[in-house]
């Protein structure tokens, strides 16, 4: 009997301005053909001998122009089925703090983006998975102080 294989091949952040209730969270919405007109987070795949945190700051300032000003794991990874490679994908996320003043440069692969409360990127978000990750990053990083022990170098 064939086993689904799991694949730890990419990461995904959570970009975040501002602190507790004035907090906003950056969506940006796809405009190549893998999630097509989807509103989505920053996310990308781990290069050979990079470490998850490394990608997820490589891919934010690819992204969007970014540079975090911390960055956390959320220590939680989004988990789901992917029928393009055929596998059970684990996606570890990260958090990153952003400059209130910084402006978003987007890549090709969005075409456009908006700052929202949380509950507007819950709303706007079209997976589960996904929805619940904002949830715990509001309640946990941004509702409260984030927890030192996950703090990542950047």
């Known amino acids: 009997m064939p086993d689904l294989p799991l694949r730890c091949s990419m990461v995904s952040v959570v970009v975040v301005r501002g602190a507790g209730e004035n907090a906003r969270t950056l969506l940006a919405h796809r405009a190549v053909a893998h999630l097509q007109g989807l509103w989505t987070y920053v996310a990308g795949h781990i290069e050979p001998g990079e470490k998850a945190w490394q990608t997820a700051l490589r891919e934010l300032h690819e992204e969007t122009g970014l540079q975090a000003t911390a960055l956390y794991s959320v220590d939680r990874c989004e988990i789901f089925y992917d029928v393009r490679d055929e596998c059970i994908a684990i996606v570890p996320a990260f958090v990153a703090f952003v400059d209130t003043a910084a402006e978003v440069r987007l890549n090709h692969e969005h075409d456009d983006h908006a700052w929202m409360t949380f509950a507007e990127a819950i709303a706007r ?30």
């Open 125 to 154: 978000l079209p997976f589960s998975g996904q929805r619940d990750i904002y949830a715990d990053v509001h309640r946990e990083f941004v509702l409260r102080p984030p927890p030192d022990a996950l703090r990542m170098p950047c």
